[in-house]
């Protein structure tokens, strides 16, 4: 729809689903920073500057969902999105060689943690940095409602493959694909088949008995839910901090133990998600009395398409994956349900899942900001490994900055780091929910579950806890 | 079918539709990963106007074997 906007007309779009549900995390009492992305990209290479700020004003032109902008309409309240041409811009740059590690960290967290004029404004900033021991790249932080990681991911290998043609002649990477094109094919969703589809699906799901709320410290906030509430067979949570403020403490698994996860899932056909996800929602059962039934929120990229996977912007949604498992399944039993359950989820991802965690909240009475999952959960395939097999052998590191706020109470995600391939486990918290000795506890159990379900998957789930 | 089939595969993967056969299989042959597979599933199911079993489904390994299965529910 057009609109004019400061005297110039556009063409707006309405928010996605996806988008929407960003948002709401902005609602759910925190505040604007939470929703920025904060990442640094750095290459052990002389870097010449010219050519990457070159790099960089391309990849932005190439990419719309870097040119978003959103727009309140002053009469009806509506938010609506749109795209602003490409201007070329002047990338600062920063000289940080003679900083101590740390204090770049603080640095660049700090600016993560400067929120944007969400209306209006522009919605990224990217700046040229030089770290110690050689390292050159860029760091940018970006709002939420424009990228999510998967966008970050291939934002970032664009700008180095363009780079690298334009310094080192490799062949230029082919074009991003249309984030509006993107935003005009979820459009085409509302109403269609498909989502007559998806609707019955999540409609079935909300037909079955009330789900138990799992928290990764155990029952006891459940317990003093119902005490508060007069009511002893409350089965929904409510996890939510006050002011979103957070933090992030991530732990790296070696290649060697890595090894072991990738060849489990290719010896019996899983995939790594549902290993790690069964491992999880073991320690869940285990911290609450061996409970049958388990929900964790699955969080899915929506990338399978050529497209979707090079259109930037965000496509993130998020479901509850429940599991009902007696202790006796046995290992390869629970892995195979869950990834059962997330193969259904996958194909009726594209619902809107405000409307499922709403329907849930309505049907079962839950209060606002309601839940039956305690942890957030996504395993993150694509990496920039890639990246640093194309620059043969320069050593590459990503970092990823916090805003000091935190979405959601218990956000776990695993990554491959792109030097080794080793799985990184990052654990998003939010401060009033978690400390990182809870975190210490969870990760721990988590490694032990995984690693004694890998060497006994006949083992039944009740064997695996006890040898926990 | 085959042509509708591959028009549908071809958003997924970067494979040219002429070498898609009903022989080819999805992950060795077309690169397809298991998320791939079950969101091409979806656009598949309401394009063909089918109901899929997302267990039954997955024994399919080729697109013949898909087309098939897309056959089978059609009747």
Same mark, same amino acid.
């Given at each position: 729809m057009l609109k004019n906007i400061g005297g110039i007309n556009y063409e707006c779009y309405?928010? @996605? %689903?996806?988008?929407? #549900? *960003? #948002? /709401?995390?902005?609602? =759910?009492?925190? /505040? +604007?920073?939470? =929703?920025?992305?904060?990442?640094g990209q750095y290459l052990k290479m002389d870097i010449n500057i010219a050519a990457l700020r070159e790099a960089l004003n391309r990849a932005v032109e190439r990419c719309e969902s870097m040119r978003l902008r959103l727009w309140k309409d002053p009469d009806t309240g509506e938010t609506w999105q749109y795209v602003v041409p490409y201007q070329n811009e002047y990338f600062e740059y920063? +000289?940080?060689?003679?900083?101590? =590690?740390? %204090?770049?960290? +603080? @640095?660049? *967290?700090?600016?993560t943690s400067q929120p944007f004029d969400t209306f209006g404004g522009k919605l990224s900033r990217i700046v040229i940095i030089t770290l110690p021991d050689g390292y050159n790249g860029f760091y940018y932080n970006v709002h939420h409602v424009c990228m999510d990681s998967s966008s970050v991911i291939a934002f970032t290998k664009d700008v180095i493959e363009i780079y690298c043609s334009l310094f080192y002649g490799m062949p230029y990477p082919k074009?991003? %694909?249309?984030? #509006?094109?993107?935003?005009?094919k979820d459009m085409q969703y509302e109403g269609s088949k498909k989502q007559q589809r998806d609707e019955e699906y999540w409609q079935k799901q909300l037909e079955l008995? =009330?789900?138990?709320?799992?928290d990764y410290t155990g029952p006891g906030r459940l317990m003093q839910l119902r005490k508060d509430n007069k009511n002893k067979k409350q089965k929904w949570g409510l996890l939510a901090s006050s002011d979103g403020k957070g933090n992030t403490i991530t732990y790296e698994l070696n290649v060697e133990s890595t090894m072991k996860i990738m060849e489990f899932a290719k010896q019996y056909d899983l995939p790594v998600s549902a290993i790690i996800l069964h491992a999880i929602r073991t320690v869940l059962a285990k911290f609450n009395n061996d409970s049958t039934d388990v929900t964790i929120t699955d969080l899915v990229s929506r990338r399978s398409t050529l497209d979707n996977k090079k259109c930037g912007g965000v496509r993130m949604h998020a479901f509850p994956l429940r599991t009902i498992m007696p202790m006796n399944t046995t290992v390869l039993e629970s892995m195979r349900l869950i990834k059962k359950t997330q193969d259904e989820l996958f194909v009726h991802a594209d619902y809107d899942p405000l409307k499922v965690f709403g329907g849930l909240a309505e049907k079962f009475g839950g209060a606002p900001g309601s839940t039956y999952a305690s942890v957030d959960f996504t395993y993150q395939p &694509?990496?920039?490994?890639?990246?640093g097999e194309s620059l043969k052998g320069i050593a590459f590191k990503s970092r990823w900055y916090s805003s000091g706020k935190q979405p959601k109470?218990?956000?776990?995600?695993?990554?491959?780091?792109?030097? +080794? &391939? &080793? #799985? *990184? $486990?990052? $654990? &998003?918290?939010?401060?009033?929910?978690a400390s990182p000795e809870e975190i210490e506890f969870l990760y721990y159990f988590t490694g032990r579950v995984l690693f004694r379900s890998i060497e006994n998957p006949d083992k039944t789930i009740k064997e695996i806890i006890d040898m926990t | 079918m085959l042509d509708k089939m591959k028009e549908i595969i071809t958003q997924y993967v970067e494979v040219d539709p002429d070498s898609i056969t009903t022989e080819s299989?999805?992950?060795?042959?077309?690169?397809?990963?298991?998320?791939?597979?079950?969101?091409?599933?979806?656009?598949a199911e309401s394009e063909f106007d089918v109901n899929i079993d997302e267990e039954e489904i997955m024994k399919c390994k080729t697109v013949g074997d898909l087309l098939d299965y897309f056959g089978g529910q059609k009747k």
């Open positions: 309405p928010l @996605t %689903s996806a988008q929407l #549900l *960003n #948002l /709401t995390n902005i609602k =759910e009492g925190t /505040t +604007d920073e939470v =929703e920025n992305i904060g990442a920063y +000289d940080f060689s003679a900083w101590k =590690e740390e %204090s770049i960290n +603080d @640095t660049l *967290n700090k600016w074009p991003m %694909s249309s984030y #509006l094109e993107s935003v005009k008995p =009330e789900p138990m709320y799992t &694509g990496t920039l490994a890639a990246i109470p218990m956000y776990i995600t695993a990554m491959h780091r792109p030097s +080794d &391939g &080793g #799985l *990184n $486990f990052f $654990f &998003g918290y939010q401060t009033e929910c | 299989r999805f992950i060795e042959d077309l690169g397809f990963n298991s998320y791939d597979i079950m969101c091409m599933l979806g656009d």
